[in-house]
């Protein structure tokens, strides 16, 4: 681990992997702090990735370090902030409100690659997740498209239902689309065909492509 802590360290997958096997092990998941927290873009780069993929037996238990692994969505390298929404689907607790709406926020990111993971997020996220992200999206961005989401939470408690469905995915925003899409791809029981097929007859191509990596289970190319 002090390697990865060094300043001079340039990534090294080998020694990111047998660390990762320690943690698996019962290494202590508080030492992940200082790396999530390290100045070098690569000892970051290397600790997302190890909260992102820590098996999901171990991922509730790192609520320890959720506030670390929070202040990775604004970091300027788009991994980092991709691995960082992966990992607070499986820490966050009715406590991280906040941290779940800043999640939702990054809907909003530059990087199409990071919405879709957002997108993913919304399709795997618990009920009371979806909830907490929707409303503290709203609370930090009060003048935006996350307050259209708020409202029709509280109105129709964002139940997947034909109508409320396609409201989303005809919403001249695209970012209550993005979200509708998300909303349709959720699994229930088992996927729901009419739903998805409301997302890919949409005229919004992110839209038509969050349903598409739904099918092929895969980020966009």
Known sequence: M??????????????????????????????????????????????????????????????????????????????????AIEALLGCTTGADGAILGRVMLKLDDECLGVRWKVAQFIRLAAGWQLRLAVENAATLRPDSAFAILAKAHGRENLKATTHTVQWLLDHPNPLVRRFGASVATRPRYVLDEQFLAMAEASHDVEVREIAATCRRRGPPE
């Open 2 to 83: 002090s390697k990865l802590l060094a300043p001079g360290f340039e990534g090294d997958s080998e020694l990111t992997f047998a660390l990762q096997s320690e943690f698996h092990k019962g290494f202590p998941l508080e030492n992940l702090r200082p790396l999530l927290t390290s100045d070098n873009l690569h000892t970051q780069a290397a600790a997302a990735y190890l909260v992102a993929e820590i098996s999901p037996r171990l991922s509730f238990n790192m609520n320890c370090v959720v506030a670390e692994i929070a202040d990775l969505l604004d970091s300027k390298i788009v991994r980092i902030r991709f691995d």
